[in-house]
């Protein structure tokens, strides 16, 4: 059987993970592809600890540029991560023509738009599938199977970290603060975990499918981010007598040529398919024209299964080599506009907000008279008999609003009286 | 722009699809191909009857094999149906080189050998994305994203009409007759349902996604098949106290060299993703060794959704006529083996039982006695307070075992005097 040589860029966890797949299943894939792809390099800094793999040392080398420049590497696998020095290798490989895989949401999210151009001028592949959703092959739905509709939105539970912890939230009443530490401790969040619980790696996995939807580049600014560090059990406890649960969700909604894309904690109902994802678990459910709602699940990381996309996009990459249709599908498809972005100011949705107010006469009227005169209507109220040193907690739910008149019908009920701490605002989807 | 002509055969409610899909779409697709889509002929006995959309009457044909041998026709669409002269057209396309994009699980189950080894003789594309899930681009996750994956098991709810009806019977709590007839009156189930309630379109589905998973041809007589037709809603009601949804599932699971292939009403996990799938919406949970679980979600028939896939599936071909990469991916992974199956006797599973028992002492005790025997362990009991006739339903929810010994357990057990009505045996997953 033909073979085609494949380096790897990076022996970490995810570079171990693409070895084992390799070794369990590279018969089995060889087989599928008719041609049998077969690992000649592997580099890193590091090329002496245990990853638990047995690879022949003879492969390891700690110089990328050559394992990059080797004729005999036919295909670069990147899993180096950041955006640094993975940039340079990503853009040497393409210059020569070499097609890329890669798994990195950073650098393209980033620098897809340079990345990008140099795949094309070259006429070769760059293949990205486990940037986003890990072992979901979501990326692939998007630009290949869903080809023939006009996205109208997705959303996306992307960051398995932030479910994990939100899961957790629910279901033992605790706060984010302890369930972060139990996640650290389990190895379901990093010791810095800002770049998860922040939002930014939902963030970068969002610019990514806003720019496979709409066929354009984005900003990182034009996201709007907002993570899950403040968020308090009470409102995850008063969201589940609702019938809702939070998720920390991306959003990229098309509407009148614009895009909005956000990042942020939502309600969703308890019983949709988003509603139903649970810990680790990512979640995109992509709204098309034609096909109506689809929902693609799975694990939205770890090595085998963020391996397995990377081997998956391998596999393409390969055929387009065997038949010699290099750069078949363009990475972002060519609409060469630029998005057209809703700042999140007219963004309208619906809004689940949490006051603390006396108990006294007049002061629900006072409040609803601030919504009303911002447009704000509203579908249903839950007061609460939790009183905190005399303050009772009220939850409003209302029908679609602004989110400048949110603001700003927020900013005068903070001012008043009868209101003890900055009021709770989050989104609800669906 | 170059274009590239297609032939729609069949101007059903698909077919009407796929024409508006490109009336709304064909720029957008064009724009993402590279390539535009020009719908050149349509064929069909009848080209009078209104569908909804406006077409040049000059592109209309009665003439399937003249469509088929145009020279302006490149890729064939085949929404004809059925197993007889679609089957004729299909073969008379690929004969030709022409590529063939269908959505005609019948016609693949029956006669998918002959047909995939043409197109590989031919070096010509077979697509067939849309007979399987409707919107969900199932089969090319399969195919594709999932590759480097050996499959352990799919579990799919493949029938839109059979998943609305159940979702009505647990609702309303009415029987299989009433929900049948609200869903015939809805247009969700045909004047003629039996392909649909009797499990056998589930079953097509079952034998394409095992081809694809396995590499080799399943005879649809390898599929054990049952309908919903007989459920009770009682056991529907039961299924719910104990915290499961019943489904009608397809089955496919690999273990040991034999892959188990069966259609059956199964109860699944209420909170469970499958548990979550309402209405006439379709989902396929796949687990492969990397990838672990993921699950693909949508409609699964309507005329848009199909069309979506359709019109998927012929973007794949226009890109591989572009690149002069057709046949980039063959149709099944040539694994060349008859696929080994399972026999339903040598299938494990955990099993929910009903029993009708005389309200006597030592009744339960010869049950379980026979069960026993047979190797069949209960992981829970639930007496129902509702007599009917001095009759007391009794449900056994077992640990693993075989579908054999159930069998006999169940023959001894319906012997009983103590026994009224024969017991009722359905399948748990999950």
């Known amino acids: 059987m033909k073979e085609i040589g494949l380096g790897l860029l990076g022996f970490g966890m995810v570079g171990a993970g693409v070895v084992r797949g390799l070794q369990a299943n590279g018969e089995l894939i060889g087989s599928r592809l008719g041609v049998r792809p077969v690992l000649r390099r592997i580099a890193d800094l590091d090329i002496e600890s245990d990853r638990g793999v047995t690879v022949d040392p003879a492969i390891l080398t700690t110089d990328a540029n050559a394992l990059i420049d080797d004729p005999a590497v036919e295909v670069v696998i990147e ?17 020569q023509g070499k097609p890329v895989v890669t798994a990195n949401k950073a650098l393209l999210a980033d620098h897809g738009a340079e990345i990008f151009a140099l795949a094309r001028e070259k006429q070769t592949d760059i293949y990205f599938g486990a940037s986003v959703g890990g072992g979901i092959p979501i990326i692939r739905a998007l630009r290949e199977g869903l080809l023939a509709n006009r996205i109208q939105s997705i959303r996306g539970i992307l960051n398995g970290t932030c479910n994990y912890i939100l899961t957790e939230m629910e279901r033992a009443g605790v706060p984010f603060n302890t369930c972060l530490a139990d996640a650290q401790a389990l190895g379901f969040a990093e010791a810095e975990p800002s770049l998860d619980i922040d939002g930014f790696d939902t963030a970068h996995k969002a ?3 806003a720019s496979l939807a709409y066929g354009g580049t984005v900003a990182m600014e034009s996201v709007y981010v907002e993570g899950i560090r403040n968020l308090s059990s009470l409102d995850i406890g008063y969201a589940r007598d609702l019938g809702y ?13 614009a ?8 309600l969703v109902p308890a019983k949709s398919m988003l509603g139903s994802v649970h810990g680790v678990f990512n979640a995109v459910l992509v709204n098309g024209d034609l096909t109506g709602d689809t929902l693609y699940y799975g694990r939205g990381a770890g090595a085998d299964p963020t391996a397995s996309t990377v081997l998956g996009d391998v596999a393409d990459v390969v055929r387009n080599l065997a038949s010699a249709a290099a750069h078949r599908i363009p990475a972002i498809p060519d609409s060469g506009d630029v998005i057209r972005i809703r700042p999140m100011q007219d ?36 007061q609460k008999d939790e009183p905190e040193n005399s303050y009772v907690p009220v939850v409003f739910v209302t029908h679609e609003a602004r989110e400048a008149e949110v603001d700003a019908a927020l900013q005068e009920i903070a001012a ?15």
């Open 79 to 95: 899993l180096v991560g950041g955006t640094g020095i993975a940039k340079a290798f990503v853009l040497r490989a393409l210059a």
């Open 207 to 209: 610019v990514l499918l």
């Open 245 to 257: 649960k939070v998720k920390l969700l991306a959003v990229i909604r098309s509407d009148d040529g």
């Open 259 to 266: 895009v909005e894309i956000r990042v942020h904690p939502s």
């Open 347 to 382: 963004v309208t949705t619906r809004y689940y907000l949490r006051l603390s107010l006396k108990d006294e006469p007049g002061v629900l009227g006072a409040i609803t008279a601030i919504l009303g005169k911002h447009r704000i209507s509203l579908s249903s109220a839950l």
């Open 416 to 430: 008043l009286d009868c209101v003890a701490c900055a009021p709770v605002r989050l989104r609800i989807e669906g």
